[in-house]
């Protein structure tokens, strides 16, 4: 068991990891949350559609992400990052720094739409990390798209240029992966059930409804 020495006694590196969630939650931006809240129910109204972008871990939470909003908030939601068909034949063929670009474009994406970025670093072309990201930014600015994050360290290039971005805040240099990763979850969770942008409520929430009503 790895053990993490503090000022009054060690602790294991569970505890040690935990307390530092608990940090961050209690530091999160819980007002730019809202604003992206209030600005999806805008979404949904105009019937826009959410785009989720992301690579590595960032990408699966965003498969996870399109099935919540779609299902439990009512906004059409699609991700690149599911259909790894195109994802791997536009790499093969025109390159990795330009496929969800390419993806934006052949989805006609316009301004009534949102591109939502989940990522550690929030991509930077001059340290050429998720150079793919930054190319999407570019496009969808350039396509009228509002943009939203949720992005670790600085925010890199997703929160220069977005119009709300939350960043998780750097508690401890050697977590900023998995805690960026774990957070976008918490936070987009948080949203799907804001009581402004959710339609249908979770199954297990609904059954224990239902039983205490009996």
Avoid at 45 to 63: D, E, H, T
Avoid at 89 to 104: K, P, S
Avoid at 106 to 120: E, Q
Wanted: proline content about 2%; charged content about 25%.
């Amino acid at each position: 068991m790895g053990i993490v020495k503090t000022t009054n006694r060690a602790v294991s590196h569970s505890e040690h990891y935990l307390q530092q969630a608990s940090e961050i939650a209690r530091m999160i931006d819980h007002e730019a949350v809202e604003r992206i809240a209030n600005s999806l129910v805008q979404l949904r109204a105009r019937a826009g559609r959410l785009f989720f972008l992301g690579v590595g871990g960032s990408a699966a939470n965003c498969a996870h992400a399109v099935n919540d909003f779609r299902k439990l908030a009512g906004i059409e939601t699609y991700s690149p990052c599911d259909n790894v068909a195109e994802l791997t034949a536009r790499t093969n063929d025109e390159g990795w720094e330009t496929v969800f670009e390419a993806w934006l474009k052949t989805s006609r994406a316009n301004d009534k739409d949102a591109l939502f970025v989940l990522s550690v670093g929030g991509g930077s072309a001059e340290r050429k990390v998720s150079v793919n990201i930054v190319r999407a930014l570019d496009e969808a600015k350039r396509r009228g798209l509002k943009i939203y994050g949720i992005v670790g360290r600085d925010g890199g290039y997703t929160k220069r240029v977005g119009d709300e971005v939350v960043v998780v805040p750097t508690v401890d240099q050697a977590h900023v992966t998995p805690h960026a990763e774990a957070f976008q979850a918490v936070i987009w969770h948080g949203l799907v059930c804001h009581p402004k942008l959710m339609i249908q409520e979770n199954k297990w929430e609904g059954l224990a409804a239902k039983g205490s009503s009996n």
